[in-house]
DNA sequence: ATTGAAATTATTCAATTGTATAACAGTGTG
DNA sequence: CACACTGTTATACAATTGAATAATTTCAAT
């Protein structure tokens, strides 16, 4: 009876290794299925690896949610970022990241829902939550800030946070549910139907985020800000 | 050595009263803190109850989830309905109850979360969360008709039930983050915040959920459906 | 090749878990 | 007042849990 072979992993690799057979056991079986046992088997290693590389369970568990945290934030600026045009083609895409794959997945809405649950009662978790939250409405406000601009809309630092925080809700609140299909409708309307919305939540003109090219339209379009090159 | 003194309840009172210290358990140590141990001794009754009212634990919880589920929604209408006046201050009112106590309750947001992370592997919570969700769009959609066609707005089947989505996803989303209170922005901002957002949501002119005395105005207010008695 | 540090495994432990079973006691019925 | 029904308590039990410790193995430095 010969012991099990292993390799000694960097401790990045391994540490990131056992976040994300956690988040995959966490969205499979609920806080209270994921054992460290089905966890470190999940990651194709021994128990006692928790105890090295963590502290304890619980430890692990705050440092996966973080990393998804990270992760979720990290994908939907970059899916903004990555769009060139104007600041309306980059707010549409940030839009319907959020409301397409890989954003919208069920087994990640299933993972944050079920840590938003500890928020209240762990203040590690609520740490967590607030610095990610903070994240997503700042770069919501950079995203509508030159819109509002471009439209002469009534402008202050005041009106784009609270736009952001409702426009944050939407997206919060049609990633769930939508996520979660309940079936009730089809999920691709989920695109359109949030462009749309945010369209009137912000007051612009029918079809400023919903143009089917308006990134096409963008590079050579004269309404961005006039730069004197 | 003597046993404990007993009272013998009704089966509803019972059924209800473990359904309830599940629910203030879950709220308080998540799924994986509740043990029926200590649900049981919320509920100041030995173990052996759980199955005697209940198959299992399991089959607790998915009751004290439909529970929640029902009151949640039975709240909300009931707050509209309690309404008298306009279309328009019976909405606002539904709006504003989301963003308020009761309704808005840190324990109560997550308990929610808790069981919406448990819907995509159970089928039971899914079908909870189901029907809870269409009540809840229904309801909107009912609220949101007459707004609708009392301004004139473009009306249809469709058009009525993805306002009704979006609005929902809003409300969802507000009450989440707003409930959980991360203290990046004052939670009294919310009922405002909610009403102005759904005027722009659903293209009313400014004011016509946000004015103070809309209900005051409402019951000799001649813009009413006219009732020919 | 040898060595030494530490990454990893294997095993143990007490505590807690959900469920099952048996004994008891409250309560309405005759 | 005795009875029987069943709601309720008490206890037992195997399984699982998170954590701790000791024993090994890998791998880089020499």
Known sequence: MSRKTFQRLSLDVRRRSLMEATLTCVARHGLHGASVRRITEEAGVTVGLVRHYFGSKDDMIRNAYAYLVGQLTAQASESARATEGTPEAKLASFLRAN?????????????????????????????????????????????????????????????????????????????MEGALNSGLYAQDILPDLITGAAERLLDLPAGALSAPDIALQSTQHPTQQSKPS
């Open 99 to 175: 409301m397409t794959k890989p954003n919208m997945d069920e087994e990640t809405v299933s993972l944050w829902a079920t840590f938003i649950g500890r928020v209240r009662h762990d203040p590690g978790f609520a740490e967590i939550h607030r610095d990610g939250y903070r994240e997503f409405l700042n770069v919501l406000e950079i995203l509508i800030e030159p819109v509002l601009i471009q439209h002469g809309c009534p402008y202050s630092v005041t009106i784009c946070r609270n736009h952001a925080i409702a426009l944050n809700g939407l997206i919060d609140g049609l990633w």
